[in-house]
Every structure is written in structure tokens, then in C-alpha cells.
Nanobody, 120 residues
Framework: QVQLVESGGGLVQAGGSLRLSCAAS????????MGWYRQAPGKQRELVAT???????NYADSVKGRFTISRDNAKNTVYLQMNSLKPEDTAVYYC??????????????WGQGTLVTVSS
């Protein structure tokens, strides 16, 4: 079984910063892509950023220049540094991993989510 454990959410004022972390554990052979998604109240879950095992990144237009995704392959951990936060960034942030299990089955897994609230 593979689990993702997120941390780092909280309440911050507009213009502030937060850093989210997500650590994967379990029967993992290799993690192909790790990423962050978010879901605001009444809205659909949306992509925030992803990073491949080779370090290639992809960002939503709404966060480009403000958020930075990074990854420590040795620790199976992904980070999201969020700067210049805006009230519209308020959401539950979910970590996702696209991975290959030890029996070489490819699967995806979600974290439990961490709440980020940005006050104006």
C-alpha cells in the first residue's frame, strides 16, 4: 500500500508565503510524476503544478511566477513553495503521485488534503 502524507497548510495573510510538503511511503518502485492540485469551495479540483522524476515542471497559469514545485527523489517527497499568496488561492491542496509499485503495476494515489486559507 502506498500513502501520501501532506503537511504545511494553514492561515496566512495575502502577500504571505507557505510551503507544503508531501511524502510518499509504501511499496514504491519508482514515482513518475508528483504534483499538487487544489479544490476551492464549490469548484472542481484543478491542477496547480507537477514535477517529473527528471525535474520537468508544469504550472497552472494562475500560479506561474508565484509558486515553485520541487522534488527530492531520494525521499519520495514533493514540495510546493507558495509566495505572494492571494485570497483566491484559498483551497484544499491535494498531493498526487503517479507511481510504479514493486510488482511493476502503475497506479495513482492522492493525499488526504491540506487546507490553505489566505485572508485579505
Amino acid at each position: 500500500q502506498v500513502q501520501l502524507v501532506e503537511s504545511g497548510g494553514g492561515l496566512v495573510q495575502a502577500g504571505g508565503s507557505l510551503r507544503l510538503s508531501c511524502a510518499a511511503s509504501g511499496s514504491i518502485f519508482r514515482i513518475i510524476v508528483m504534483g499538487w492540485y487544489r479544490q476551492a469551495p464549490g469548484k472542481q479540483r484543478e491542477l496547480v503544478a507537477t514535477v517529473t522524476s527528471g525535474g520537468s515542471t508544469n504550472y497552472a497559469d494562475s500560479v506561474k511566477g508565484r509558486f515553485t514545485i520541487s522534488r527530492d527523489n531520494a525521499k519520495n517527497t514533493v514540495y510546493l513553495q507558495m509566495n505572494s499568496l492571494k485570497p483566491e488561492d484559498t483551497a484544499v491542496y491535494y498531493c498526487n503521485a503517479d507511481f510504479v509499485r514493486l510488482d511493476f503495476v502503475r497506479l495513482g494515489v492522492w493525499g488526504q488534503g491540506t487546507l490553505v486559507t489566505v485572508s485579505s
